[in-house]
């Protein structure tokens, strides 16, 4: 009996354990409704970690931050997961996860190093943007300005998004009671490469002076690009993540990969330590919900097709037609008179396991009606 008691306490912690620096996804559910004006409310919510509970009482202001980088975080994994079999709904669950992102799989490495970029970009926006007091806009870059622009507005504090951002991201991996020393490694490294993946999307942006738009006078300052470019980086990198074993290397032990080039692990690429399922078909213990009843582009040959989305299981069809209204005209008085024409043509492939696929066809004959 206690022997079972043990055993059930260990997987409990293993599992709660696994997550620790992500269980601040989980802030979307309620995040908003506090004020983030009392250090209480740092414990008031489920999903901070011990070692992030510090961190958010002295730094209560960040929190916005913090939660807002956790919508977008969520929203962002989603829509750029939309075409894979693995669609990322599962951070839906924050905080609490299922195994394919507890078990240190490819999407977990994907996730960790999306949210670390993430939060370190809602940091940098809100000093820009005048929203924390304790940091504002970049200072000047140190590299000169060009002959036709000066260093000027108002540039996003990437420093001191880095630096708080990965204060946060990191914290709960350097404490050894969040799971192994491989998961922290391989945690701690792909928040690294979210991170770089975010240094790299610092770009000049310029605003035109001058008589009439003349942009005689321009004014330049660093600015990162939006949230998508960033995702659509780390997606090319998922695609092409390193499997990774943990294993002595002199006298440390490090994360080296896994297939027998003798190389250390490149600060440019994501690492996984446990292989994922295909995702193909429902499978509890590897976090896989299948991918039945889910859309499909028969025209394309990228991730979204048919072929790759029904894992060969098939399709049939079905067509829909959409009319929408327009060319609108008002008559005096009172009636308005549209002409209808067709949108596209949805050409559905729902099969006896129900895959669909779509194929449209934007057909612009107009309709004359009263
Ligand atoms: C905290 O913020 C809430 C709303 O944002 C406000 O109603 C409340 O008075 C604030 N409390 C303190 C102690 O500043
Ligand atoms: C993601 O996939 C699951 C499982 O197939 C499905 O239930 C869900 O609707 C999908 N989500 C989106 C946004 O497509
Ligand atoms: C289907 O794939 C084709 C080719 O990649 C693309 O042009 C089209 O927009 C896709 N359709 C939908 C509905 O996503
Ligand atoms: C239908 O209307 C659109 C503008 O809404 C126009 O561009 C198109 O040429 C029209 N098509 C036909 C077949 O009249």
Redesign the pocket.
Known sequence: MKLHVNLFLWTFIVNTNCCAAIYWLGLTVNGSSVGWNQTHHCKLLDGLAPDQLQLCRRNLELMHSVVHAAKLTKNTC?KTF?DM?????SVEKAPRFTPDLAKGTRESAFVFSLAAAIVSHSIARACSSGELPSCSCAPAPAEQAGPDFRWGGCGDNLHYGLQMGSAFSDAPMRNSRSGSQAFRLMHLHNNAVGRQALIDALETKCKCHGVSGSCSVKTCWKGLHDINHIATDLKTKYLSATKVIHRHVGTRKQLVPKELDVRPVRESELVYLVSSSD?CT?NDKYGS???????CNKTSSESGSCNLMCCGRGYNAYTERIVERCQCKYHWCCYVTCKRRDVAWYEFLPTNVKQHHIHVTVLLDNVSTD
Do not use: E, F
């Not at 079999?85 to 709904?89: A, G, T």
């Not at 919900?289 to 859309?295: N, P």
């Open positions: 989603q939309g079999r693995w669609n990322c709904s995702y429902p919900l299948g991918t039945q009843d889910r859309q």
